[in-house]
């Protein structure tokens, strides 16, 4: 089987269909989503629109927990704060109700798919735990292969049983051991921060226990334009450059 997981979408559509694009051209048998479809971009609700339509699976992120709980909104920075205000004004009353009764997680074919960390946190960054902290992750982890987001990073976490191994995973292809426990944080379509502006999406093939990342282009200004039209903070617009 072959998986194509996507994260961290932000409301930006443009990113989304070019992915898409992209995901039809590559003999893919499920597309998974892991949260944050909203927030900072400006077509929040045709992006939830794309997922129903689409039927395709997705988490629950902590922008999506943000629309619907003012103590999780009262964390965020200045920006996400009024970016979650800005889209709960651009969103119907059904994806409202869509986005609130997400899954925590989902737990498919052997793979565990979740936006924060496993096995059901939406608002933790696994790249901010430490190592003792990881180890205990993993040794709780039921799965071989967990898929995350949150983070908007290409990363391999991997445990053999005594040690992490920490690496990027900006190389298009790489064999995993399936003798160890991986988390593989899947990188942002919608609104990357590791210095390629590409949205970016992983592919996971179960057979030959692998990845594959991808990096599409996409009308960056289009997206950036409506952010400052709809009056979004502008940081959010630069930020996609």
């Not at 039809?24 to 597309?31: A, P, T």
């Not at 900072?40 to 619907?68: M, R, S, W």
């Not at 799965?143 to 900006?170: A, P, Q």
Request: glycine content about 4%; some cysteine.
């Amino acid at each position: 089987m072959r998986y194509a997981i996507i994260a961290d979408i932000h409301g930006n559509y443009e990113a989304l269909k070019s992915v898409h694009k992209d995901i039809e051209r590559h003999d893919i048998d499920k597309i998974f989503y892991l949260g944050d479809i909203i927030g900072y971009g400006p077509e929040p609700e045709k992006v939830i629109e794309f997922i129903k339509n689409n039927n395709i699976p997705c988490t629950l992120g902590n922008h999506e927990l943000a629309v619907f709980d003012n103590r999780i909104l009262n964390k965020f920075n200045i920006d996400a704060f009024e970016s979650i205000l800005i889209t709960r004004k651009l969103i119907s009353e059904k994806s409202f109700e869509l986005i609130k009764n997400l899954p925590r997680f989902i737990l498919e074919d052997e793979i565990l798919f979740v936006h924060g960390c496993p096995n059901d946190d939406v608002t933790t960054y696994i790249n901010f735990l430490s190592d003792f902290e990881l180890i205990n992750v993993f040794i709780k982890l039921k799965t071989n292969i967990c898929f995350v987001g949150h983070t908007h990073e290409l990363k391999l976490y991997s445990y053999n049983g005594s040690e992490i191994t920490k690496n990027d995973i900006f190389s298009h292809f790489k064999f995993l051991d399936k003798s160890h426990k991986h988390i593989v944080h899947a990188g942002s379509v919608g609104q990357p921060r590791d210095g390629n502006n590409k949205a970016k999406y992983v592919i996971f093939d179960s057979n030959l226990f692998s990845i594959e990342t991808r990096f599409i282009p996409y009308d960056i200004k289009k997206t950036a334009d409506m952010i400052i039209k709809l009056g979004f903070p502008r940081f959010n617009a630069d930020r996609l450059w």
